[in-house]
């Protein structure tokens, strides 16, 4: 049962006060943001921006407004989610979307500007010192040059945005608000599926719920096939266009040219993991020969392996559970883990109203990060505060050591520092522990977050090479097409142990991060770059420690594939993708053993 939030300790609550004191101060700040915009004090550099004094002013005037907007932005946010049903919080961020988009208006002109230099004007501009601070945002306009359009098209294309968006719209209404639930029976008690309790029946005991949950859930699916098919293959085409319009070689070149990544990275993890699979294979047979089935379907296999095998603890024994687990990250880590715990970072208790779910928010500027937990005695939830303090972490230590300009971290690399928390503490658990069961359950956590995270996003980002060049060569995308696409993939990645039910052909059609084109492939990327940094870290100690706290403090000065050779991992390179081969490997090796 849920909490009342004024009964819990005031050290188990987030300090919003750390951001502004009241409610009153926030209103000071939002008018003084408020009247500079109504000044248009941008207007002045307007034509200007080849002169470095002028655009360092009009940058430094930007990420003076952009410094007190987020800070406006995060406390309102986070008053909303302490209490989701107060009204006065959601006016919050409604007054705040107003003012962000005034500034967004009022700041559109800088990167047309700056993409209209010649590119020797703009290499100038990055090596002036005085622009130290922008260097790798100019150096990134100099990059996105030869994609950049006439103002007049680059304005068109502006307009249709919410054209573009429509595909995306269109299954987000579909999937969730339109979509026909349908209910089965569960200990003779009607159920209804949604997206939240499908995931839980297919792990239910009871192998009659889980394929009645499988085979009602995706019959609702080829119902509407059609429907999803027309709105996946418009975002394709979507895709496909703005990739030619922008002169890309590909729709995979488009979308790692907005990460500033590798397209060798990508071709990298297809490599790595299609080598990998008949370690996949071998688990699933292993699986297969432990629930005893004579044939495993797809509906059985999220079903766990080992059973009642919790870490049953309350939040200030995890707490010290996950300080143990990340001791190899040195004293000053385990200091600010302490600091976070004492001093109003984690909003720990389930209380009435609060948001569900865990994250970790920070901007700069703050005084220390923040995240949000609904902590309950699971293993799950002992992870995730280590997860969630891995992102914390991040944060903190790359906006105390870059500028405001680089401190903000690339989406590529948001997942690593919250993934190496999570392999060192599994890592430090199978070390420490004498209970064999909770060892076997360990073992296949860590299996099945590789199997999950690993192999599974990178069958789909196989399957979203697969469309998109289909798409790209001129062949149709019908649902037959992408249906047969999708079932010999899933066939390739699970193998013979586990029979390709024809339903799961359509599973294609429910995921929603399709609909952001090469979007799933960096949940693979990150776990690999974070076992390979845990390794590191536990097998050469110090040196890979201080390379990582480089990593962590690199913000987003340099590419991402850059960064993370700061932490000794070369994703243009095959040696981190092997490594977590190795990982599941040795996990799965250790785990038939037992």
């Known amino acids: 049962m849920a909490l009342n939030r004024d009964t819990v300790p005031a050290n188990r609550k987030w300090r919003v006060e750390d951001i502004f004191e009241n409610q009153e101060a926030w209103e000071t700040t939002f008018k003084k943001v408020s009247d500079a915009l109504a000044g248009k004090p941008f207007d002045a550099f307007r034509g200007r921006l080849a002169d470095p004094e002028v655009l360092l002013s009009c940058m430094t005037k930007v990420n003076e407004l952009m410094l007190d907007l987020s800070h ?74 030869p994609h950049v359009l006439s103002p007049e098209t680059e304005q068109l294309l502006s307009q249709a945005s919410k054209v573009f968006g429509t595909p995306s719209q269109v299954f987000g209404m579909l999937n969730n608000a339109d979509f026909p639930f349908p209910t089965i029976k569960v200990d003779g008690k009607p159920v209804k599926l949604t ?135 040195g004293a000053r880590y385990q200091e600010l883990l302490q600091e976070a715990h004492d001093n109003g970072w984690i ?101 099945d977050t590789l199997k999950g995270t690993l192999f599974r996003q990178t069958q789909f980002a196989e399957f979203e090479f697969i469309a998109h060049d289909m798409a790209e060569k001129g062949q149709p995308l019908t649902c037959d097409a992408l249906n047969e696409v999708y079932y010999n993939l899933n066939k390739k990645y699970y193998g013979r142990s586990v029979v390709s039910d024809p339903e799961i052909a359509y599973e294609w059609a429910r995921i929603p991060h399709f609909y952001r084109g090469f979007y799933v492939y960096k949940y693979a990327t990150g776990i690999i770059s974070a076992v390979s940094i845990a390794h590191r870290i536990e097998t050469e100690g110090a040196p890979a420690v201080e390379d990582y706290f480089r990593f962590l403090s690199s913000g987003g000065s340099d590419s991402p594939v850059e960064l993370l050779k700061l932490a000794g991992i070369d994703l243009t390179k095959m040696d981190a993708f092997n490594a977590a081969m190795d990982s599941f490997r040795e996990a799965l090796t250790e785990f038939e053993a037992l």
Do not use: W
């Not at 990167?111 to 990134?140: G, H």
């Not at 939830?381 to 903000?408: C, W």
């Open 72 to 145: 406006l932005d995060v406390y309102a946010f986070m008053r909303g989610d302490e209490d989701t049903r107060k009204s006065e919080f959601v006016a919050l961020k409604s007054r705040m979307t107003q003012l962000e988009m005034q500034l967004s208006g009022q700041i559109a002109f800088i990167t047309p500007e700056l993409t209209a230099l010649p590119v020797e004007t703009l290499e100038a501009l990055a090596a002036d010192p005085r622009l130290s601070d922008f260097d790798y945002s100019i150096r990134s306009v100099i990059k996105e040059k």
């Open 195 to 329: 997206h939240g309790t499908y995931g839980l029946l297919l792990q239910s005991p009871d192998r009659k719920v889980r394929k009645a949950a499988f085979k009602a859930f995706y019959n609702e699916y080829i119902k509407l096939i059609h429907t999803i098919t027309a709105a996946y293959v418009g975002n394709v085409d979507k895709d496909v266009f703005l990739a030619r319009a922008r002169n890309y070689g590909s729709c995979l070149e488009m979308a790692m040219a907005g990460e500033d990544v590798d397209v060798k990275v990508y071709k990298n993890l297809l490599k790595s993991v299609n080598k990998g699979l008949p370690l996949l294979h071998r688990y699933f047979r292993d699986k297969k020969k432990i629930l005893g089935y004579s044939s495993m379907h797809m509906y059985d296999i999220y079903t766990p392996l080992v059973e009642n095998a919790e870490i049953k603890v309350d939040y200030e024994e995890a707490f010290g559970i996950v300080k143990e687990g990340l001791a190899p990250l």
């Open 347 to 447: 909003d720990v208790e389930e209380t009435e109203g609060k948001r569900s779910g865990a994250y970790s928010i920070s901007v700069y500027g703050l005084k220390h990060p923040y995240v949000l937990l609904n902590y309950q005695p699971t293993t799950s939830n002992v992870f995730t505060i280590a997860h969630e303090l891995g992102h914390a972490m991040h944060s903190y230590h790359s906006e105390r050591n870059q500028p405001q300009e680089k401190a903000d971290y690339k989406i590529f690399v948001a997942e690593v520092a919250s993934t190496v928390n999570e392999v060192l503490l599994v890592r430090h658990l199978l070390r420490t522990t004498t209970d064999v069961k909770l060892k076997k359950y360990l073992l296949s956590y860590y299996m």
